[in-house]
């Protein structure tokens, strides 16, 4: 618990870091928010600027923005002004969550067996067919899958739609785009993490207990296996929440990740405050809960 | 032991691969072997009146004083009706919330006559009086109104909003009672009515912006006049708009519901159009190397559309401050090739300031393609052959489509002029930062007519125009300009404005390229649907044909697609 709290505790100073580094760099970035190829009236632009506060010196202007980020308050989107940068980072987080859960999801169901089958039967065709696949669906970019799996399955054989977000059947092809990476190290490092217990001891003794194959692998082998597997699902839990910017691009999913790239090409200084800020707190969150699994998955690791 | 084992993994990696590719090219050749047909996307109507289609990027505003941009324009145009409203084919002005107008012979007042059954959607009456706020507001000096310039040909507009006039009574729009409202201009604008029907001049509900402020166009809050009414909005996905029952006009309104689908990935919405998702893709929204594949279908529409891309040179630095360098480089530029093999010709060369599609206006002779004339100019500068001219950067967004081009035209003027140009590309905060500030030698520009008249081309040359980026001026320009927004005779008054776009094309700062045209994909069963110059559509004539697919081919929109300028 108190580990939990001094670990809270010290995302403050991280999340001031990131906060700043962040204000002053898209502010360094050349251009503003309020430019369009129609040029806006000189008046209307000086009105815009000042409703904004962006006519203050910038410390000024970086001083009110503190201020305001303690109080939870990130201020309206400069592209959107009728929201709030919260309203919609939040109304965009429920989607990118279900998506990045969905898709780690299918990468452990399938992940998980076939990286500890490939693991049970090393070097054999259960180990190196599944393996090179896994090497495939890790070298193949979203960008080239997610087109392909449009191609055939929504385009062609017409069984899921090839874009938006609402129904079940529109979740299938961007959670499996979004998975294909995640299956593929998932696959790779419950296999590692399986090879390197099954040379431990107190496998062995489990063996000469007399334990059936099955029940050591599943019992005694996979929960030190997947130790790596924990420690990586944090920050890819992450990542397939905000850095799947390019399936909610290729299938209009209405999430997180397409603010990431547009709040900065459009100089929404809010909105990329915002999101940067939330990815930082969600890593660092994430993070902290792998920890704290590590306490129960493995009695080696002690929380201090 | 170690050498077979990697061999035989080898093996089974190929196989993999072997399996997956043929299984790839397995269902794409099957595809393309199969018959072709007659439409891209669905041909059979959904069994309810809902028009689904996609909107583009998530609209910035839905406040029609303040938004600028077509998905912005098309949701208020919707949910909001202005005075005149635009005929679905024509354009031309019909009523709205006015059901008759006059304009006094000097062509200096409108009067405009409200109906009086018109309401808000929470259920007050619609009154001249909506508008005198409405049109107020966008030219009030602390509110950032991105079109508030159009409304500058209104009496003491410009001063108001500049802030030199304090009074707004005496800004020329007013109320004469309920239902009456008269509008004074500056100079006789023969637009004018052209200019009411843009969003910019769509009335709002004052006592909703004052109880909500910039949140008033929330769902749960946004108070609408139109056709539609805004239902439920989602950011990056959709907007649902019902039929709005008690819209004076609703006897006519044949669709229940409208989805406009939020998302800028072009390839995404042809995906949809393609799958049935959609019934309707629009202009602007489909990826350029897709023609080809798409151009012979029978939901594919081309037609004019009042827009032009060129590329604007920088007039205060050697040297593009010569204008036979400007000249000549134009000249150096095949317009006929770039549209033909890059743009496999969904857009037409073009080579004067105003686009195509302005009947009566008596264009003048553009820039042609003619390389040994170029040369000439060239060398009469002082560059023969391009020896001695100093290194230039040619400025674009960011996008495959503008750096095609700008590698076909750095070819020309390399095979033609002997120059070599660099190209340079800008993400798009960048680039508008370098052309605004004049900090680019040569930039890809493009321009869409606001409103049907050649001005809308032509303004943007004068000299402290804030959308003239080229740092050029001609005193002779700006009073032909000047004197033909004083002229009410057309004929006069486009022969002022032609005069002024040859001095214009012979100064060069506008080296134009081709000019747009309006390609779009629509469900053969979706009528009341036109193309239209300045891609207009005004969504409460759309209804769905109900014949079968054999009627529905033989009165496919197609044939009421055409020039209608």
Redesign the interface.
């Known amino acids: 618990m108190k580990f939990v709290v001094r670990r809270l505790l010290a995302m403050i100073p991280t999340l001031w870091v990131v906060a700043t580094i962040t204000f002053f760099m898209i502010r360094m970035?050349?251009?503003?928010p309020?430019?369009?190829?129609?040029?806006?009236?000189?008046?209307?632009?000086a009105?815009?600027q000042?409703?904004y506060g962006l006519d203050q010196p910038l410390l000024v202007q970086y001083g009110r923005y503190l201020k305001n980020v303690a109080r939870f308050d990130f201020g309206?989107s400069y592209?959107?002004?009728?929201?709030s940068v919260r309203e919609?980072v939040m109304?965009?987080l429920p989607i990118s969550l279900e998506l990045g859960g969905l898709a780690l999801l299918i990468a452990i169901v399938i992940g998980v067996p076939v990286g500890a089958l490939a693991a049970a039967r090393q070097?054999t065709?259960l180990d190196?067919?599944p393996m090179?696949?896994a090497?495939?669906g890790v070298s193949i970019p979203n960008f080239v899958l997610g087109?392909?799996l449009?191609?055939?399955f929504?385009?062609?054989l017409?069984w899921f739609?090839?874009?938006?977000?609402g129904d079940a059947n529109q979740k299938v092809l961007p959670a499996l785009t979004l998975s294909a990476v995640y299956v593929a190290y998932i696959a790779r490092l419950t296999r590692g993490g399986m090879l390197e217990v099954t040379r431990q001891d107190f496998i062995r003794t489990a063996r000469a207990k007399g334990l059936s194959e099955t029940v050591v692998i599943a019992r005694h082998a996979l929960r030190g296996g997947l130790l790596p597997v924990v420690s990586f699902l944090g920050p890819a839990m992450a990542r397939a929440v905000t850095g799947s910017i390019v399936v909610e691009?290729?299938?209009?999913v209405?999430g997180v990740g397409?603010y990431f790239v547009?709040a900065a090409?459009?100089?929404d200084y809010t909105l990329v405050m915002g999101v940067v800020l939330f990815y930082a707190a969600l890593l660092i969150m994430l993070n902290l809960l792998v920890d704290v699994m590590y306490g129960f998955l493995d009695p080696r690791v002690r929380l201090e | 032991m170690g050498a077979r084992?990697r061999t035989?993994?080898r093996v089974?990696?190929f196989t993999?691969?072997a399996v997956?590719t043929g299984a790839?090219f397995a269902?794409?050749s099957?595809?393309t072997t199969a018959p072709r047909r007659a439409y891209f996307g669905r041909a059979e109507p959904p069994a309810d009146d809902v028009l689904r289609f996609t909107n583009g990027a998530?609209p910035?505003?839905?406040?029609p004083g303040l938004m600028?941009?077509q998905p912005d324009g098309r949701i208020a145009r919707s949910l909001f009706e202005g005075l005149v409203a635009p005929h679905p084919r024509t354009l031309a002005p019909t009523p709205g919330m006015a059901t008759r107008w006059e304009v006094s012979p000097d062509g200096l007042h409108y009067t405009f006559h409200l109906r009086s059954n018109a309401r808000w959607t929470n259920g007050d009456r619609v009154t001249a009086h909506d508008f005198v706020w409405s049109w107020l507001r966008v030219l009030h000096?602390?509110?950032?109104?991105?079109?508030?310039?159009i409304f500058y040909v209104i009496r003491n507009a410009q001063a108001y909003?500049?802030?030199t006039l304090q009074d707004a009574s005496q800004v020329g729009i007013h109320a004469a009672d309920d239902t009456t409202l008269v509008v004074d201009l500056d100079a006789p604008t023969p637009y004018f009515m052209q200019l009411v029907m843009y969003y910019p001049f769509l009335p709002v509900h004052r006592a909703t912006l004052e109880k909500y402020g910039?949140?008033?166009?929330?769902v749960d809050h946004i108070v609408t006049n139109g056709a539609f009414k805004l239902t439920f909005h989602?950011?990056?996905?959709?907007f649902i708009m019902d039929r709005n029952d008690d819209y004076w006009d609703v006897a006519n309104v044949r669709l229940k519901r409208v989805v406009a689908?939020?998302?800028?990935?072009l390839?995404?919405m042809v995906?949809?159009y393609?799958?049935g998702?959609t019934d309707w893709n629009p202009s602007g929204y489909l990826p350029a190397q897709y023609i080809p594949f798409v151009r012979d279908y029978d939901d594919y529409h081309a037609g004019p559309y009042l827009g032009t891309y060129f590329y604007s040179f920088n007039v205060t630095q050697p040297p593009f401050d010569d204008a036979r360098v400007r000249r000549a480089l134009a000249m150096a530029v095949d317009r006929e090739r770039i549209v033909k093999y890059l743009l496999h010709d969904s857009r037409a060369p073009w080579g004067n300031v105003v686009s195509p599609g302005f009947e009566g206006y008596p264009y003048p002779e553009g820039v042609r393609f003619d390389p040994a004339a170029a040369r000439e100019l060239l060398a009469a500068a002082g560059y023969p052959q391009g020896r001695g001219f100093p290194s230039v950067e040619l400025l674009f967004n960011t996008s495959q489509d503008h750096r095609k081009i700008a590698e076909a035209i750095q070819e020309m003027w390399k095979q033609h002029l002997g120059l070599d140009v660099k190209l340079t590309n800008q993400?798009?905060?960048?680039y508008?930062?370098?052309t605004?500030k004049l900090q680019y030698q040569v930039a890809r520009?493009?321009w869409i007519a606001?409103y049907l008249d050649p001005n809308s081309f032509l303004f943007m040359l004068r000299s402290a125009?804030?959308?003239n980026r080229t740092g050029w001026s001609d005193a002779r320009f700006d009073s032909l300009i000047a004197l033909a927004g004083r002229t009410l005779d057309e004929p006069r008054r486009f022969a002022l404005m032609a005069e002024a776009e040859r001095i214009a094309l012979e100064a060069m700062p506008y080296l134009p390229i081709y000019a747009y045209s309006t390609v779009e994909l629509v469900a053969p069963y979706v009528r009341g649907f036109y193309s239209t110059p300045t891609d207009t559509h005004p969504l409460k004539h759309f209804y769905f044909e109900r014949g079968g697919a054999q009627e529905a081919a033989a009165a496919a929109p197609g044939a009421s697609v055409g020039s209608t300028p």
């Open positions: 970035a050349p251009g503003g309020f430019q369009s190829e129609r040029e806006i009236p000189a008046e209307a632009k009105a815009l000042a409703q309206p592209k959107f002004p009728a929201r919609i109304g965009a070097n065709f190196h067919f090179s696949f090497m495939l087109p392909v449009i191609f055939v929504a385009l062609t017409r739609p090839p874009a938006l977000w691009k290729i299938f209009a209405p397409q547009n090409f459009n100089r | 084992r035989r993994r089974i990696v993999t691969l997956v790839v269902v794409a099957a595809r998530e910035e505003l839905l406040d600028s941009g000096p602390k509110i950032a109104a991105r079109y508030a310039d909003k500049k802030g910039d949140r008033w166009t929330h989602r950011q990056n996905d959709r689908y939020s998302l800028d990935d390839t995404t995906n949809m393609r799958a998702m993400e798009w905060g960048s508008m930062q370098s605004t520009r493009s606001d125009d804030g959308n």
